[in-house]
């Protein structure tokens, strides 16, 4: 049975500790920050505030100034956020490091392909990644010159990297791709911005749902992604009803399924009784008119539309295997990842496959993916979930336990003809964010700053408590490790299994004051079964893998999970910390330290971080100028990594 491990603690800094409150809130609370004072009014998510709080810790860098994300006009803001972006990328890629020489001194890049020099004004430099920018312009550039645009730098940038590679033109095939996919992704961003700005409340149908709320929350998108919300092939009109940030609904386009074209798979159970995926989506849309025995297919929309124009699909028609029943039913709404739709009230959702480009991938579901759903959730049922819970009861995987898809006459798959059920573990009082959605930044009703629900949170914790924001944010950043990251590192030591742990798939559970309570993990993707547990999974559930192409070798697997969960989860939400000014990241870091030390036992993970001096980390800019989709190919080859050092080391 795993344990759970000590409950870690901050470093204690030097001061007195407050009396009647744990060595975290004394070791935040020595130090006060300075006096910088915010208002934050009355807003919803269950996050009342009415008074002034300090907003700025200890270590804070930022510099005098507004925010260009708060500025009125969306369209700049939105380069702002995409400017931003694309340096974080490229610092990180390239291993720059913090600009020599006293505060605001400009971060120099060096552009050898293009013969110049950028110079880049720094916000905030921050020990996790999540930098703070304002702006960058070319050295030579008049000093009233105007900053680059988010196009122009991508460009740039672009030259650079395929100079880099090898092409002394600069003119590698990923330039246009990136410079054409961050002007989309700008556009849009612009869009989402100025419609949350005018629509600041959720309709009725959706705030009732607290998780569709926080679905549809994320209007900025990952900050270490070059085009986070490009969503080419995709018109005005399709983008306000697809588009989660502009909460979009649709009916679902529906088709029918012959006998002899199906395939499916469930383990969905219904007191104790399985329940076949054709009968689950029978309910899901009650008195579709279908052929006898056909089974029915739900289909986004747009994939619907583009799959009719497919040779292969016009042949499963004409054979009479496939029949087009239109759209039909209540309307979905698209959550955070767009292609997976939610409805209230629904006992599933829907997985769907959908061919357009959203960040580094087409998101049509793989045969093999589909299979993996299912197969860990029958894999959880051999006991193994009792065993993992009996130590974190609160935290669960959320499971994909049925499909359907459509086979071609010989036998061989038909790409993007499928659907995922997943369970929906959520009524509509839970306080389900997913980590990506909490920490990023977005307007709020009656003001005229963007803040993150995290930030509103610690806000709102500080004003109830009495204490300060740098206090509230290392007890709730420890309550995070205990009930959301231990749980992910005990299934590792238990099962052999690491979770593709990254912002997105990761849910963390609220209670009513803010703090974290438990969590979610959601991916029929992201599963890594390590080679080294091969016979014990196959000893759990024999054929373990071999449809779903699960195992990994452990050397990939380390370097995969040190990635998603320790860089881009949990050192992901410290630089959200760091870089909204609610807490010291050298105080947040010396924290996941001591946490990392008490979790020693947990597989090989804990160590890794603690003791290797660089770590591999995913490079999202340079997996888009290599043309790469992360869904196709082996998993070591899907996107490109680069050394990084580790901030946790020493």
Request: glycine share 10%.
């Amino acid at each position: 049975m795993v344990t759970t491990a000590p409950k870690a603690e901050v470093p204690a800094a030097p001061g007195p500790a407050v009396p009647g409150r744990g060595p975290a809130v004394a070791a935040a609370d020595a130090d006060p920050p300075p006096a910088d004072q915010r208002t934050v009014p009355r807003q919803k998510d269950g996050v009342p505030r009415s008074r002034a709080v300090r907003t700025r810790p200890p270590g804070a860098e930022h510099e005098v100034g507004s925010d260009p994300l708060d500025h009125a006009d969306p369209a700049v803001a939105a380069e702002a956020a995409a400017v931003e972006n694309l340096l974080r990328c490229w610092v990180r890629e390239t291993g720059l490091g913090r600009p020599d020489g006293p505060a605001g001194t400009p971060l120099r890049i060096p552009l050898a392909a293009s013969g110049a020099v950028l110079l880049v004004t720094v916000r905030h430099w921050s020990r996790a990644g999540w930098h703070r920018f304002a702006g960058a312009r070319i050295e030579a550039a008049p000093g009233d010159a105007p900053g680059l645009d988010a196009v122009t730098l991508a460009a740039l940038i672009a030259r650079e990297g395929a100079y880099r590679d090898g092409d002394g033109n600069g003119n590698g095939n990923g330039t246009a791709d990136l410079v054409g996919r961050v002007a989309d992704s700008v556009r849009r961003t612009a869009e989402f911005i100025a419609d949350r700005r005018a629509r600041p409340v959720a309709p009725a149908a959706v705030e009732a749902d607290r998780f569709l709320t926080a679905e549809q929350s994320l209007l900025l998108g990952h900050p270490l992604q070059p085009d986070p919300k490009s969503r080419e092939g995709l018109s005005e009109t399709e983008a306000r009803r697809y588009s989660p940030e502009l909460h979009g609904s649709f009916p679902l386009h529906w088709f029918a399924v012959a006998p002899s074209a199906l395939a499916t798979d469930s383990a969905w159970t219904e007191g104790g009784r399985p329940v076949s995926a054709a009968r689950l989506l029978a309910r899901l849309a009650p008195g579709l008119p279908l052929p006898a025995g056909a089974t029915p297919l739900p289909l986004h929309p747009w994939q619907a539309r583009e799959l009719l124009q497919r040779p292969a699909v016009t042949a499963l028609r004409d054979a009479g295997l496939l029949h087009d029943l239109g759209p039909y039913g209540d309307p979905w709404y698209p959550t955070s990842s767009v292609r997976t739709v939610h409805r209230p009230g629904a006992p599933a959702m829907l997985k769907l496959s959908l061919g357009l480009r959203i960040t580094n991938s087409r998101r049509e579901n793989l045969r093999k993916e589909l299979h993996r759903g299912v197969e860990v959730h029958r894999l959880l049922r051999t006991g193994l979930a009792e065993q993992w819970q009996a130590a974190h009861p609160r935290f669960d995987i959320v499971r994909d336990p049925a499909w359907v898809a459509v086979d071609a006459p010989d036998g061989t798959p038909v790409p993007g003809l499928d659907a995922l059920l997943r369970h929906n573990p959520f009524r509509p009082g839970d306080d389900a964010v997913c980590v990506a959605a909490l920490t990023s930044p977005r307007p709020w009703p009656g003001r005229a700053t963007m803040s993150s629900r995290l930030a509103e949170i610690v806000r709102s914790l500080a004003v109830a408590t009495g204490r300060t924001t740098s206090a509230v944010a290392a007890e709730w950043f420890l309550r995070y490790l205990d009930h959301v990251v231990l749980p992910v590192l005990a299934f590792d030591a238990l099962a052999g299994i690491a979770l593709e742990a990254h912002q997105q798939n990761t849910l963390v559970l609220l209670d009513p004051a803010g703090w974290p309570a438990g969590g979610r993990y959601r991916d029929n993707q992201g599963y890594y079964f390590r080679e080294s547990h091969r016979a014990e999974l196959e000893n759990r559930l024999p054929g373990i893998g071999s449809a779903s192409d699960t195992f990994v070798s452990d050397a990939v697997t380390d370097e995969r999970f040190a990635y998603y969960l320790g860089i881009n989860n949990v050192l992901g939400v410290i630089g959200a910390f760091g870089s909204q000014q609610l807490a010291d990241e050298r105080v947040l870091l010396a924290a996941f330290r001591r946490f990392l030390g008490k979790a020693a036992g947990l597989g090989p993970l804990p160590a890794r971080l603690l003791d290797s001096p660089t770590l591999r980390c995913k490079a999202n800019l340079l997996t888009r100028l290599g043309g790469l989709d992360e869904l196709v190919g082996p998993v070591d080859t899907q996107s490109v990594y680069v050394t990084i050092a580790n901030p946790l080391h020493g």
